[in-house]
T-cell receptor, first 113, second 110 residues
Framework: KAGVTQTPRYLIKTRGQQVTLSCSPI?????VSWYQQTPGQGLQFLFE???????NKGNFPGRFSGRQFSNSRSEMNVSTLELGDSALYLC????????????FGPGTRLTVT | KNEVEQSPQNLTAQEGEFITINCSYS?????LHWLQQHPGGGIVSLFM???GKKKHGRLIATINIQEKHSSLHITASHPRDSAVYIC????????????FGEGTQLTVNP
């Protein structure tokens, strides 16, 4: 079974631009969670989607948004990029929400200049 | 004070040594995860546990719910074990949301 895939793997954007990152979960997995990792703040939860609905949201500004499609693939969008948005963005999939093992993708490294 | 505290932050060991990484948390949890992150960023889930002890190869994870404490042990450490080990907790009412510790950088020298 293929693992979690994320595209693109690397991205360079300029302040003020917007970016869309994609995550394809393991086949059969219906829950996708997104995380941001920075050297200063470590790993932080962004949001979780299950059955095309946002189930949980972390403490991030409204510039960060996401969605999930009927095939469970998920995208996250960051608008009006700031330098501080430079980070590794990880998604993780699980069979369903709640007490389930999460499987992480390789991440998308975003650099904002 | 962070909800999840790990110690030590950095650990250097010689090949073959027994290693322990500790994690303390301050909230009620439904599960605790131990994760491994290699340079380059990829994260592998090692254990998910809500009570007792789990073992996988040379890795052992224990949790004491009453004391809000978990340990990750590595027996007969090897240079390929060098990585960042991260403790993460799932709160009782937080669904799949994980709160992470700062990680422990482990270096095992040959």
């Amino acid at each position: 079974k293929a693992g979690v895939t994320q595209t693109p793997r690397y991205l360079i954007k300029t302040r003020g631009q917007q970016v869309t990152l994609s995550c394809s979960p393991i086949s059969g997995h219906r829950s996708v969670s997104w995380y941001q990792q920075t050297p200063g703040q470590g790993l932080q939860f962004l949001f979780e989607y299950f059955s095309e609905t946002q189930r949980n949201k972390g403490n991030f500004p409204g510039r960060f948004s996401g969605r999930q499609f009927s095939n469970s693939r998920s995208e996250m969008n960051v608008s009006t990029l700031e330098l501080g948005d430079s980070a590794l963005y990880l998604c993780a999939s699980s069979l369903s929400t709640g007490l389930r093992e999460q499987y992480f993708g390789p991440g998308t490294r975003l650099t904002v200049t | 004070k962070n909800e999840v505290e790990q110690s030590p932050q950095n650990l250097t060991a010689q090949e073959g040594e027994f290693i322990t990484i500790n994690c303390s948390y301050s909230v009620g949890i439904s599960a605790l995860h131990w994760l491994q992150q290699h340079p380059g960023g990829g994260i592998v889930s090692l254990f998910m546990l809500s009570s007792g002890k789990k073992k996988h190869g040379r890795l052992i994870a224990t949790i004491n719910i009453q004391e809000k404490h978990s340990s990750l042990h590595i027996t007969a450490s090897h240079p390929r074990d060098s990585a960042v080990y991260i403790c993460a907790v799932r709160g009782e009412t937080s669904g799949s949301r994980l709160t992470f510790g700062e990680g422990t950088q482990l270096t095992v020298n040959p």
